[in-house]
């Protein structure tokens, strides 16, 4: 596959428009090779997956966080923003990232989440496109669904709200987004799912009577990994999509 009908997949899948303004998406890198045959997917550009591109020998790697994101003014090893991008580059390799663009799109970060979760008939919570709301199949106990989600994304998940509460409606935004709780209470979600809370997200959220589970910036974005890559690959074309085995979350249980 050419590298240009790679960009266009990407766009017909996450459109840059979708983006928030302070964003920085699309191709950030433009690989050595034009000719794309192997791309890995992943998170973050970080010297990990750097690594890992390196040896699978890809051209291209896609990933959901930027880099260069408050912009760069010098591309160094020993910086570990750029550390990741300067062994690419070093190798040749291009780097796609799709971020608040794969947030909004339909089948994007929240649809993933809400597919992982047994979230259905999934509809915005914002008008930009940003989290999702949708029932579960049938009520259940709010600790119940917490181990559920604990279970599901392999997460050490933190808890706000009646433990007992029967949940029927979720609103869920993966990553960082303890700031959406009010729109999840005013679509009428019993429960807000989350990859980070602020202290003072989380005290808003209990005082408007909203269970709100902290499930981990990772663990709630990883899923889209899986999906997207379902999306990408094409039988008719030779590009192998690679799903990272190096990457895991920065922080994790003692």
Same mark, same amino acid.
């Given at each position: ?88 580059? &070093?190798?040749?390799? $291009?780097? =796609? @990232?799709?971020?608040?663009? /794969?947030?909004?799109? %339909?089948? !994007? ?55 007992d509460k029967l949940i029927s409606k979720v ?26 809370? &602020?202290?003072?997200? $989380?005290? =808003? @959220?209990?005082?408007?009577? /909203?269970?709100?589970? %902290?499930? !981990? ?38």
């Open positions: 596959m050419q590298l240009n009908d790679f960009v266009a997949m990407m766009q017909g899948i996450a459109p840059n428009e979708l983006s928030m303004g302070y964003d920085n998406v699309g191709l950030l890198i433009g690989p050595e090779s034009k000719d794309i045959k192997k791309v890995l997917v992943a998170l973050d550009c970080s010297t990990i997956t750097a690594e890992e591109a390196i040896r699978l020998n890809c051209e291209l790697m896609l990933t959901h966080h930027p880099v260069f994101f408050h912009g760069a003014k010098r591309i160094s090893l020993d910086d570990p923003a750029t550390a990741g991008a300067y062994m690419l580059m &070093r190798a040749g390799i $291009g780097l =796609y @990232a799709a971020h608040t663009n /794969l947030d909004a799109c %339909d089948g !994007g970060v929240n649809d993933a989440l809400c597919d992982a979760l047994g979230i259905m008939e999934q509809a915005a919570i914002t008008p930009d496109g940003i989290g999702r709301i949708g029932a579960l199949r049938q009520p259940v106990r709010f600790y119940d669904y917490a181990r559920l989600v604990e279970d599901r994304l392999g997460a050490a998940v933190r808890v706000s709200g009646d433990m609103a869920v935004v993966g990553g960082a987004g303890g700031e959406y709780a009010g729109f999840a209470q005013q679509a009428g979600a019993d429960l807000f799912i989350s990859g980070e809370f &602020r202290h003072h997200e $989380g005290i =808003y @959220a209990r005082e408007m009577g /909203l269970c709100i589970i %902290d499930a !981990g910036h990772y663990e709630t974005e990883k899923p889209v990994l899986k999906a997207m890559i379902n999306r990408l690959h094409r039988p008719c074309d030779d590009v192998q999509y690679n799903l990272t085995q190096c990457e895991s979350g920065p922080l994790s249980r003692i």
